[in-house]
């Protein structure tokens, strides 16, 4: 069953949304569906209870007030905690199905740990994972990805210490490694990043990804002849590598090889039209040499993929600048 950390979590969506005055005087959640996240999640009416639903049911918001919701269906009807549900997902209301079906069933809380994870509810999915690791302690997919969620909440420790316990499980399993190196990365331990990314190598020599990330860590310490060369691997194993085609774009850059660098943002841009980080590098590259108005091109593409790229924004602001356009700079 669902643990007190997740249905704590349930306040997250709807419940922290219900605490503006404002949106609820607008009934902006009326209409909608939602899902219970509890197993005995309480109807009730005139400060009773009249009804516990079970988790995974589906209801109909017919009018809120303050930190409650009216909902209906499956006839039934009444006031409802706004933390006891959550906005209806197709997805993740299948694989809350499969709980509810078996509370015992370790990969369903993977596949919809997974699934919040997605949504980028990083907190909900690192209860289910959680749940998971109780149910079944040696399956490393719930370590591995628990320690994604944990960076991605800035949790850089927890996630090392579920990489290394993936690691201890399955000493051959290259991912572990490669996971580690990123988070490793993030915390500034570059020879630790180093050392992990070799090994997922070593693992697994055809491992893409892994070269990427450490011509990275090489990119990072202004090692750069050894990042193209980790990027040029990557690439020469995955010919549709669009990020290694970045990252060497811009190590080539970082070296003074502006035609280089341009010709792998072009082939990121070909393998990915809608690549809004090679467009804005590649603005760069035409700001170095001067090719203002291309770079302005670019950027204003990069924005108009991402309207919240605020680096692009600011590179078009300095663009315009150099072209004397202060006005329009400011406005970048």
């Known amino acids: 069953m669902l643990t007190a950390t997740s249905r704590l979590i349930g306040v997250v969506i709807l419940a922290v949304l219900l605490a503006s005055p404002a949106l609820a005087q607008s009934q902006h959640l009326v209409g909608q569906r939602v899902m219970t996240i509890t197993w005995d999640t309480e109807f009730k009416e005139d400060g009773t209870v009249t009804f516990r639903s079970e988790l995974g049911k589906v209801y109909e918001v017919e009018k809120v007030y303050g930190w409650y919701l009216w909902l209906v269906g499956d006839g039934h009807q ?45 907190d909900r999915a690192i209860a289910d994972y959680t749940e998971a690791i109780r149910l ?40 572990s490694y490669n996971s580690r190196g990123n988070t490793w990365r993030n915390k500034g331990e570059y020879d630790r990043a180093i050392a992990d990314f070799t090994e997922a190598i070593r693992l697994d020599p055809k491992f893409a990804w892994a070269y990427n990330n450490r011509g990275n860590i090489s990119d990072d310490k202004g090692e750069y002849d050894r990042a193209i060369s980790d990027y040029t691997a990557a690439i020469r194993l995955d010919p549709k590598y669009t990020n290694a085609y970045n990252n060497r774009g811009f190590a080539w850059r970082n070296k003074g090889q502006h035609d280089r660098a341009i010709a792998d943002f072009n082939e990121a841009i070909r393998l990915n039209p809608k690549f809004a980080w090679a467009y804005n590098n590649r603005g760069i590259v035409w700001d170095d040499i001067g090719e203002y108005d291309r770079a302005i091109s670019d950027y204003t593409e990069a924005i108009r993929l991402d309207p919240k790229y ?9 663009a315009l600048g150099n072209k004397v356009q202060y006005d329009r700079a400011i406005a970048n």
Not at 107 to 117: E, H, L, T
Not at 147 to 155: P, Q
Not at 310 to 318: E, H, S, T
């Open 78 to 122: 009444g006031w409802v905690k706004g933390s006891d549900v959550v906005p209806y997902d197709p997805v993740i209301a299948d694989h809350t199905a499969a709980i509810r079906r078996n509370s015992n069933d370790a990969s369903a809380y993977i596949d919809r740990g997974r699934a919040w994870c997605d949504k980028g509810e990083n």
């Open 136 to 175: 079944d302690p040696n399956d490393i997919k719930s370590y591995i990805y628990r320690g994604f969620s944990w960076d991605a909440t800035g949790e850089c420790d927890r996630a090392i210490t579920d990489f290394t316990e993936a690691i201890r499980l399955d000493p051959k399993f290259a991912w």
């Open 310 to 318: 605020a680096n692009a924004y600011n590179n078009r602001g300095n």
